[in-house]
């Protein structure tokens, strides 16, 4: 089993995303409901948020609510907009404590105006910090983050603020909620499925992909170092050869 000390901290990845997958199943094989699955993956998120922050990673996105997930019973959305809102109040002193900064992308403004508030207060108190970033995905959807970017830059260029031409890689990163990250280089995901769900879709084009077979409440240091001991021993090309790396 590999601990975080095991990892070689001069190649580490400066942004690992997660798909935090497997709650409700590991509630399930307990006999539970599916609620008590996600109260247990809170402590997932503050374990690996911790040891990220303690490993020095620059920026870590946890996708923690869908586009789709509206779609789930009301009792499981309000759950976990519940467990949202208790966890960035508990947690505000934790962040502070690791010089962590908070922030957000999804579609913010539809979330419950109570989660809404919360995360916006988090973010202002969080936003002085130097540490790691800390992004949470809520109402999140990829296909849904290209579609307003590729309507805003439609809009500039209407109004003449922008030519067709200037739309380069650049530009779009600009438009999309991750504007200011680097592009992911290692994502996880849990529970043995072997999905992207509409997650990061644009910036993951050259991220390592980790898919690990335990469910989200159970993901712990040594999965972590497991994750990135894997990541930095693959040999990442960009497309060029290992000739032209070397
Ligand atoms: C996936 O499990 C998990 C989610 C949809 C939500 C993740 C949320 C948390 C870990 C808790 C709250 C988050 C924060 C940031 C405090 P699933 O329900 O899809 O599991 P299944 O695939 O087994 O049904």
């Not at 409700?24 to 993956?41: I, P, S, T």
């Not at 260029?157 to 380069?168: A, F, G, L, Y």
Request: net charge neutral; proline share 2%; charged share 30%.
């Amino acid at each position: 089993m590999h601990s975080i000390e095991d990892i070689d901290k001069s190649k580490l990845p400066k942004h690992i995303a997660i798909i935090m997958d497997g709650n409700g199943r590991w509630a399930k094989q307990r006999g539970k409901l599916r609620v008590f699955g996600h109260e247990n993956g809170v402590e997932a998120v503050r374990q690996t948020v911790e040891n990220c922050a303690k490993l020095n990673i620059d920026f870590l996105t946890l996708y923690a609510f869908s586009t789709e997930n509206w779609k789930r019973p009301k009792i499981e959305v309000d759950t976990l907009m519940r467990l949202l809102v208790a966890s960035l109040r508990k947690e505000l002193k934790t962040l502070d404590e690791n010089n962590i900064c908070l922030n957000a992308i999804g579609k913010i403004d539809s979330l419950p105006q109570k989660a809404h508030k919360e995360l916006k207060e988090v973010i202002e108190k969080t936003a002085k910090n130097t540490g790691m970033t800390l992004t949470l995905a809520l109402s999140y959807g990829s296909r849904e983050e290209l579609k307003t970017a590729i309507r805003a830059m439609a809009i500039e260029v209407k109004n003449n603020i922008i030519s067709p031409d200037d739309i380069d890689e650049t530009v779009i990163n600009d438009h999309l909620y991750t504007r200011s990250m680097p592009d992911v280089d290692l994502l996880i995901r849990t529970s043995g499925e072997h999905r992207i769900s509409n997650f990061l879709l644009w910036q993951i084009a050259y991220a390592e992909l980790f898919f690990i077979d335990v469910f989200w409440p159970d993901f712990g240091e040594h999965h972590l170092a497991e994750a990135i001991i894997s990541y930095q021993n693959r040999e990442r090309r960009f497309g060029k050869t290992s000739e032209q790396l070397n």
